[in-house]
């Protein structure tokens, strides 16, 4: 059974700063990896989505990295702004799970001004 | 497009009673996908549909049913309603191959008293 770990759970930061968010899983044949947002009370929005055979995607101030391996994701968010506050969640698909999404817990940003 | 559309958006039900969730999309994708999400617990697959006419279970599907009415919609039914069963509702939908992943609903916010 894919199990999803995602670290920070938390993190708070200054306006303008650097993040790096981290998600690990125990199951590396994955089909791909999504990373999504999902402010309050929300539902999800797909940030990227990185195919197995990639090692990495970008969108924006967004960068996301796979190393299918080891079993490890890392969504890069460059210049945060307050706008960036949202719970941040990582799901990798397939392996015996063809197209069936595992979520990790998430990571909860917060970007003061 | 609307994307993918979720009714209700609220409901209030007593224990035993049943109801069912509708959810309708937009962009002719072939897979459906209902999922929970429940504080501390994250987000998990109930039930989803590969494509239309087949549907199978997910990690937690017992005390639900799905329906794959057509290509568009995919409906989820409570038949006795417990406390367990309050959570917030996602309905998502997907096309194999693509590099954009499950678009998620809005979600329904359920509780059962």
């Known amino acids: 059974k894919q199990e999803v770990t995602q670290i920070p759970a938390a993190l708070s930061v200054p306006e303008g700063e650097n993040l790096v968010l981290n998600c690990s899983f125990t199951?590396?044949?994955?089909?791909?990896l999504q990373w999504f947002r999902q402010d309050p009370g929300k539902g999800l929005t797909s940030l990227l989505l990185?195919?197995?055979?990639?090692r990495e995607q970008t969108s924006g101030r967004l960068n996301a990295s796979l190393d299918k391996s080891s079993g490890r994701s890392t969504l890069y968010i460059a210049a945060s702004q307050p706008g960036d506050s949202a719970t941040y969640l990582c799901?990798?698909?397939?392996?015996?799970?063809?197209?069936?999404?595992?979520f990790g817990q998430g990571t909860i940003l917060t970007v003061h001004p | 497009n609307a994307g993918v559309t979720q009714t209700p958006k609220f409901q209030v039900l007593k224990t035993g009673q049943s109801m069912t969730l509708q959810c309708a999309q937009d962009m002719n994708h072939n897979s459906m996908y209902w999922y929970r999400q429940d504080p501390g617990m994250g987000l998990r697959l109930i039930y989803y549909s590969a494509s239309e006419g087949t549907t199978d279970k997910g990690e937690v599907p017992n005390g639900y049913n799905v329906s794959r009415l057509n290509k568009r919609e995919f409906s989820l039914r409570l038949e006795s309603a417990a406390p367990s069963q309050t959570s917030v509702y996602f309905c998502a939908s997907s096309e194999v191959d693509t590099p954009w992943g499950q678009f998620f609903g809005p979600g329904t916010r359920l509780t059962v008293l």
């Open positions: 199951d590396s044949a994955i089909y791909n």
């Open positions: 799901a990798p698909a397939g392996g015996t799970s063809y197209g069936k999404l595992t």
């Open positions: 990185i195919q197995s055979s990639q």
